[in-house]
Nanobody, 126 residues
Framework: EVQVVEFGGGWVQPGGSLTLSCAAS????????IAWFRQPPGKGLEGVSC????????DYADSVKGRFTITRDNTNGTVYLQMNSLTPDDTAIYYC???????????????????WGQGTQVTVSS
């Protein structure tokens, strides 16, 4: 059984930083795509970033490029999302999603991911 679990989240002031963690288990292969999505209040899901060990791709939404960094600890497979220079527009529930198939240019399409975490709230306010 595949399980996806997120850690982190919380409240931070504008300009601050926060790191989210995602651990996926139960895949038959060590290679899969892990993506972060977010859902701001009253809005739909937005793809934030994706790291795929299937094809080596790393992708970011334009809104977070230069501020967010996605990395993977190859010793345990945990994926981290380092978020810097946070603004109130980054306030959202952040979800981690995983899937064994490559996404390429469709990494931001939430319906392509079969396995999801429970979500973690990130609030940026003064």
């Amino acid at each position: 059984e595949v399980q996806v679990v997120e850690f982190g989240g919380g409240w931070v002031q504008p300009g601050g930083s926060l790191t989210l963690s995602c651990a996926a288990s139960g895949f038959t292969s060590d290679d899969y795509a892990i993506a972060w999505f977010r859902q701001p209040p009253g809005k739909g899901l937005e793809g934030v970033s994706c790291l795929s060990t299937i094809d080596g791709r790393i992708d970011y939404a334009d809104s977070v490029k230069g501020r967010f960094t996605i990395t993977r600890d190859n010793t345990n497979g945990t994926v981290y999302l380092q978020m810097n220079s946070l603004t109130p527009d980054d306030t959202a529930i952040y979800y981690c999603a995983a899937d064994p198939l490559p996404k390429e240019h469709g990494w931001h399409l939430y319906h392509l991911y079969d396995y999801w975490g429970q979500g973690t709230q990130v609030t940026v306010s003064s």
